[in-house]
């Protein structure tokens, strides 16, 4: 059977960047960015897209185009008995275990924009904000029927296939997510205090920059643009002969990078405005926002459309982690995609009840350390997708035949790209020295 693939470089795209724009974008970016000092982590994420992200982004595109399968048997299909795969395992598993915990958070912003639609933030003091969010989060039952519903979603799209699901629904939403959040923005920018959110945005504060900030902006260039899990080693290897990958590439990036910042400019004008601290961590948009959303000229629709906009960006997200996970299960045990996407979904939502649990009856229960739900978010933002990207990018810079990458990129010599050379280079050395050295920086909390 012939292999399904994105129809239009429109669909692509979407696709693309509907895995990549998600909560991380619009949950994650905004408040790392204000506990790492804004504009300072806003320089350093910059560079982690441009000399990390988009080679990787790159190099897993040319993987699963030359692949044409699943993140695990790609490497197998051109590197045939050799222990490459293993790295296609890590992936499939960080796509896995993150869909296991973000569709908790996905479910979350359900609830919320129930909340929002119900006017339910309104006449609500800070504590009483607060509380709600607590109590919402560790209940035993509620977030997991949202986060039921989640996965009914992403299962029901992704059962539909490359082009009459993910490439259809991602046409669509991703559209209506950059309409959304233009309006957002403009509500925010008009208002008085806009000019302090904007500064904290792009005004850069260097000396709260360490190792440890700089390996947060790495882990978070993978984790928003899907890297490192397997997904877009999946994406590539639906991507017809005749679309120039390196552009594909830059444009997904830039895309996912400037939604990242529209987001910003849609969140920091409305924190200072009500004088609130910018650096509130994960509460950021659950808490201070709701908080001052009934306050804000406009704030109910506001609030309604923010909600909207998470809800829609964390579903075109799970939508790439599924299909990643179903594409091997697919491969491996020769079903078809239905099957193979209940079976999928299935696991994923039985780990997922217990990342869900794990904020509420079973958040004393350490895992490592940690909650599970902030264990599984640890160990794939930082490990699994850092040395699931360092093996891509070493397996196409070093492993794979020069014709073979020059073969991807130039589309069998049709493109006339001038960057062959540079992106060899880079490939090799760059990207994986730059990831090693901040990854060591990091372990041994070393201020760079
Ligand atoms: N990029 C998404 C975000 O920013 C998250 C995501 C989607 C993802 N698919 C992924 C992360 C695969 C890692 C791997 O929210």
Redesign the pocket.
């Known amino acids: 059977m012939e292999r399904e693939s994105f129809k239009s470089s429109f669909g692509l795209f979407a696709a693309a960047v509907g895995?990549?724009?998600?909560?991380?974008?619009i949950?994650?970016?905004p408040y790392i960015t204000g506990k790492h000092g804004g504009a300072a982590f806003l320089i350093i994420y910059l560079i982690c897209v441009a000399a990390i992200g988009i080679p990787v982004m790159l190099a897993e595109f040319i993987i699963g185009r030359e692949g044409r399968k699943s993140a695990i048997n790609s490497f197998k299909e051109i590197a045939p008995n050799s222990k490459w795969y293993l790295s296609g395992v890590l992936g499939v598993l960080?796509?896995f275990l993150?869909l296991s915990f973000?569709s908790v958070i996905a479910g979350w912003t359900l609830e919320y924009l129930i909340k929002a639609i119900t006017n339910e933030f309104a006449g609500k003091d800070v504590n009483a904000i607060s509380n709600m969010f607590t109590e919402f989060t560790s209940h035993p039952v509620r977030p997991i029927i949202w986060q039921f519903i989640i996965l009914a979603f992403t299962a029901y799209i992704v059962g539909n296939g490359i082009e009459k699901g993910i490439e259809k629904y991602s046409s669509i939403l991703i559209p209506a997510l950059i309409i959304i959040i233009i309006i957002l923005d403009i509500r925010a920018l008009t208002l008085p205090g806009s000019k302090e959110g904007l500064s904290f945005l792009f005004k850069p504060d260097f000396s709260k920059v360490n190792g440890k900030v700089i390996f947060a902006a790495l882990g978070h260039s993978?984790?928003?643009?899907?890297?490192?899990?397997?997904?877009?080693i999946t994406y590539g290897s639906y991507i017809k002969e005749g679309e120039n990958l390196g552009r594909a590439t830059v444009n997904i990036a830039l895309a996912?990078t400037l939604i990242a910042l529209l987001a910003g400019i849609a969140i920091f004008p409305v924190v200072f405005a009500f004088g609130i601290a910018p650096n509130s961590g994960p509460g950021l948009v659950f808490i201070t926002l709701p908080n001052v959303f009934p306050k804000l000229p406009g704030g109910y629709l506001f609030a309604v459309l923010f909600f909207l906009l998470l809800s829609l960006?964390?579903i075109t997200?799970?939508i790439?982690?599924l299909e990643?996970v179903v594409a091997y299960v697919i491969d491996k045990f020769n079903i078809d995609r239905k099957k193979a996407t209940f079976i999928s979904i299935s696991l994923v939502f039985i780990v997922g009840i217990f990342a869900s649990l794990s904020n509420g009856p079973m958040a004393n229960v350490p895992f490592f350390g940690r909650t599970f739900l902030d264990f599984l978010d640890y160990v794939?933002?930082n490990y699994l997708?850092t040395i699931g990207s360092m093996i891509s990018i070493i397996f196409v810079g070093w492993k794979l035949d020069r014709s073979m990458v020059k073969k991807q990129i130039t589309n069998n010599g049709i493109l006339d790209v001038g960057y062959l050379s540079l992106y060899d280079f880079v490939a090799r050395f760059i990207t994986p020295i730059l990831i090693i050295i901040v990854f060591i920086s990091s372990i041994k909390g070393l201020g760079v």
């Open positions: 895995s990549a724009v998600g909560l991380g974008n949950w994650r970016f960080a796509g993150i973000y993978f984790f928003s643009l899907s890297l490192g899990a397997g997904t877009m996912d960006a964390a997200s799970t790439s982690m990643s794939t933002a997708m």
